[in-house]
Every structure is written in C-alpha cells, then in structure tokens.
C-alpha cells in the first residue's frame, strides 16, 4: 500500500484492497474516501467489502465516484463538503491517487497557494500541473501568444532579449516578470563597502527593457509545456513558439530560524540585498573592537565570492582605521574548500593571514537570536553525528541558503533537486525542445554569476532562432564564469573559470594576472563593468561574449 500524505489530516493512495483494512485503521485513519467507481477495473474490490471491514474497525467510509479524467466542479463540492464533516484523518484513494489528490486541491480546503499545492503534489510522486487553470481561478483574459517568451527580467532575461533584437528585430517577444525595478546586483558588495551609493545600483524596470519586447508585469503561477503556454497567477495563459526561462534565485531567509526577526538590525546584516547593503557598510564604520562574523551557505549561491568578499574589505576599512587587531574575525563556511578552484586559493590565503581571519569549514549557519546577539551553527562530524555550535557576534554578515523559486520546484521542467533541467552546452530543456533556460535557476555546474550571464544569453538567443529557422548551426556555452573577488580596496583577485574549474583568463597575463591581486582588476570592477552592464549587456552588445559554435 502506497499511501501519499499531502496534509496532516489527508492523505491518498492507489486502490485499498480488503487486506489493506487493519493496517489503515492501525495508522490512525477514521475516516476512508472511495473516489473509483466499482468495476473499473478487473482485480478491484467493490467498495461494499471494503466499506463492511473497515466499520468493523471502526473506520467512518464514503463513496464518492469520480470517472477518470472526469472531475466536475459538482464533484469537486460534494468531496469538500464530505472531507470538511468527515472524521480526521482521512485517507481517499482511486486507481492511483490521482483523482483523490485532484479533488483535494481544487476543493481549496488545503489553505495552499497554487505553487505549494503543485509542490504538494510533486513531492508526493503526483502530477497537479494539469489542474494548473482551474487551480489558479477564473481566467482574467483570453491567452495571449508570442514567438518567444522570456520568464524573467533579471539579466539574463534582459540580455538574452536584446541579443535576440540584434540579430533579428522583428521578433514578437514578451518577458514575464511583476518586478517594477532591475538591480545591477554585482554592485551591492561595493555598495557594503561604502564605494558604490545603492542608487546608482537600481533603475526602473521599464527603461531597461528593450522597446521592441512587450512587458507582461505578472507572477508566474506555472508551465503548461504540452500546450506551449505559461500560466500566470490568475489564470492567464500566454502561449509561446519558443520559452526561455531565466527567473533567477529564490534567497531563503526562513531556512535560518530567527533570522527574518532580525535582519537589519542587531548588528544583523547581508549585502545579498539591497536595503540591507548600505547597513553592512554602516555596521562596519562602527565597529571598532569586538567579534565579527561572516557566514557562507551550502552551494549553489549566486556569486559564490560574495560571502568573502564582503569579509575582505571590510578587514581592509578596519586595518585602514587602526583597529582591526581589536577584531575578532571569523568565517564560517559550509563548504570544504576557501574557493572552489584552487588556483586562486594562494592569493587568497595570504589575505587570511594578513588580516588574521579564522576559517571554521563545515559550519552552517541555522539559528541567530539578534537580541542576544548569538549565531548556532550545525556541522556534520566524520562519524556523520550532528553538532550545533553557538557564538556570539557584534556584527554579523549572512548569506541565506539559495535554491530555484517554487514555481520552478514544482514544475514538471525541474529535475528531482528542483532546478531547471537544461542541457549544459545547448542550454536547451532535456525533454521539452523549444524550451531553454540559463542564469542562476539552472541545474549547469557553472558559477552563477552576472558574467555567465552575459556568455549565456548570446548562445540561447543563437539556438532559439535556430530553432525557429532564422539561423543555422548549434551554439554552445563552456561554463565561463567570473568572479572579481575584492580582496582589499583597490585590489582585486580576478577569477575566471570554465566548467571544472579550468582557468580561463580574457586578459594576457602580464596585463592582468587573475591569480595575484591587481589594481587594474580593481579598476575594470568599479569604473567599466557597470556601464558594460548598462549600456552593453542589456543592450545587445556582445563584447567578448559572442557565441561559440559546437563542432
């Protein structure tokens, strides 16, 4: 028996059998939904020999037949009313659950959004997303269609439009995204340094979207693929030719207990946001002695260098200031390594020492109690016995776990840890093929930085036009990322790296060895790769950044 809980009080399974009976009642069942009608199939008990076992065990039972395939909304009434006046908890089951789990959600007595049911379901080896419309409510509108649509206006999503309006611009093209402002978010390390002003990092979202693309300022609730359309929050659909998804991470604050409580005060900071930013560089003006903590999550996080960047410079404010040997410095990382590829390691080490850093590896961030100023870590030992680990703080900078946003998660596009399912060369949908994907929701083992970014959207503009024919040849993306890790003010150890870890500088090493701290790396960080993001990524220009073709 494969009974599938989907709340504390319901749960689903394929067809119970008269041998099944003792078992449910001895889990705690009361009540039993049949929703199969008798006779569908050959080996099917009739719901009399159950329904006469299981109230001699003192179990509550109803018949509540529903064809397959065949849900009205009179069905889905009748089974909510049942469910709300049965005794809990209740187990309903049809040929393989599917019908029950399907009456259950649409009966909207789950208190979940449309995403948490579909992720619901999902977890529990059940398909919903073919309930998606009705889930969502009344249809606001008729469905929209366009050749291509874009999930996301972060960008990759903008830089992909663009690249696609310079090599065709007559294309109908659409992003999906409800944000009103764009963040140029490789800023926000240098604004928790006090080099940046946040300002400078933002803009409105409408005037950095192409003119030529059709901004659909909504929420996606999910994916139809088999009918090309994506659905969003309030039924609408907007069908597609070709889809590129690219809606970026979702930061989860809530998987540290305590720490939405305290974010932005109690020394508490990230400069993984853009509010809380200016108040690391506040936090860190103001300290003059005691402990200072910096934390690093369990991979993959966008910029993997920022948690460490952020602890450099501001070790640098304070060697500058005089005070840093009244600092008390500490990184806790819930990896193994300093960085993943190790050829930057050195440069970085020395780094360490100067500024007299303590590396604690394999320490996650999981509790903070702001008032009490008090960090919890959890570390696995080699025995594989857990550990916490508490220590207070003055300051403390963190970076929250990262994952896909939900509707990813519980999409039939996702593979089984949640990220979009790509191809990681082509980046082209493994099993849809006029879907594509790219930036930081993707399941490629590259860097998810701004500077893949950029090498990523010129290889799937390329492969969706030629997957509409207005192109030949296969492009292909070799895992290039960047990441200018900011070891002190005006220095900077330039990272560039392909899948596996290959080093791949752009520059001769004697005009900028990536490896050693460099001034001009410094230079290019803060004077050109902003308006190289403004005026030449999401623009189109594809400087350095043309796409590779596959042989």
Not at 371 to 397: C, P, Q, S, W, Y
Not at 468 to 480: F, M, P, R, T
Request: charged share 20%.
């Amino acid at each position: 028996m494969n009974i599938k809980q989907l709340s504390d009080s319901f749960s689903v399974s394929p067809q119970v059998l008269v041998t099944d009976i003792p078992a449910v009642a001895e889990m705690g069942f009361r009540t039993i939904i049949c929703n199969r009608p008798d006779g569908e199939g050959p080996d099917q008990p009739t719901f009399v020999e159950l329904a006469d076992i299981a109230q001699r065990h003192g179990i509550q039972v109803h018949y509540l037949p529903v064809a397959s395939g065949q849900v009205s909304d009179a069905d889905v009434s009748a089974f909510g009313e049942c469910l709300q006046n049965a005794p809990q908890p209740v187990l309903a089951y049809c040929r393989t659950g599917t019908r029950s789990a399907t009456l259950w959600a649409l009966s909207g007595l789950s208190g979940l959004s449309v995403v948490d049911l579909l992720a619901k379901g999902k977890s529990a080896g059940l398909d919903l997303s073919g309930l998606l419309r009705r889930m969502a409510g009344p249809q606001t509108g008729p469905d929209e269609h366009h050749d291509i649509v874009i999930v996301g206006a972060g960008s990759a999503g903008i830089a992909t439009a663009a690249s696609l309006l310079a090599r065709a611009p007559d294309l109908d093209i659409a992003i999906i995204d409800a944000a009103d402002v764009h963040y140029y978010q490789p800023g926000w390390t240098m604004v928790g340094a006090g080099v940046f002003q946040p300002e400078t990092t933002a803009r409105p979202m409408q005037t950095v979207l192409p003119k030529q693309v059709k901004w659909i300022k909504a929420a996606v609730a999910g994916f139809e693929p088999a009918g090309n359309a994506v659905i969003l929050e309030g039924c609408r659909a907007v069908k597609y030719r070709q889809l590129i998804v690219c809606p970026g991470l979702k930061l989860d604050w809530n998987a540290i207990e305590g720490l939405p409580q305290t974010l932005g005060r109690n020394g508490v900071t990230s400069n993984y946001r853009y509010d809380l930013a200016p108040y690391t560089w506040e936090l860190v003006q103001g300290l003059k002695r005691g402990k200072a903590l910096f934390t690093q999550p369990p991979m993959p996080i966008k910029c993997a260098g920022a948690p460490q960047k952020a602890m450099y410079l501001s070790c640098d404010h304070w060697r500058r200031m005089g005070v840093l040997d009244q600092i008390d410095v500490q990184f806790f990382n819930a990896g193994a390594v300093l960085f993943g590829v190790a050829d930057y390691v050195p440069a970085l080490m020395q780094y360490v020492e100067r500024y007299g850093i303590d590396l604690n590896f394999g320490f996650n961030l999981s509790a903070i109690d702001g008032n009490a100023k008090t960090a919890t870590f959890t570390r696995t030992l080699a025995d594989g016995v857990k550990e916490t680990v508490a220590t207070d703080f003055d300051m403390i900078h963190v970076v929250p776990p990262q994952r896909a946003p939900d509707f990813i998660r519980a999409s039939s596009l996702s593979d089984s840890a949640g990220w979009l399912d790509v191809d990681q060369a082509t980046l082209r949908h493994k099993t849809h093929g006029n879907i594509f994907g790219l930036g930081d929701a993707t399941n490629t083992p590259n860097a998810k930085t701004a500077a893949a970014a950029r090498k990523q959207a010129p290889v799937v503009a390329h492969n969706v036009l030629a997957a509409l024919g207005l192109a030949k040849g296969v492009a292909s993306y070799d895992g290039y990322g960047s990441c200018p890790l900011t070891v002190e003010r005006g220095k900077i150890v330039l990272a560039e790296f392909l899948y596996g870890g290959k080093v791949a500088p752009t520059f001769p090493s004697w005009l900028v060895d990536g490896t050693q701290p460099s001034r001009l790396a410094w230079l290019l960080k803060e004077r050109v790769l902003p308006p190289l993001y403004w005026r030449g990524m999401l623009k189109g220009h594809e400087w350095l950044a043309h796409p590779q073709m596959a042989d």
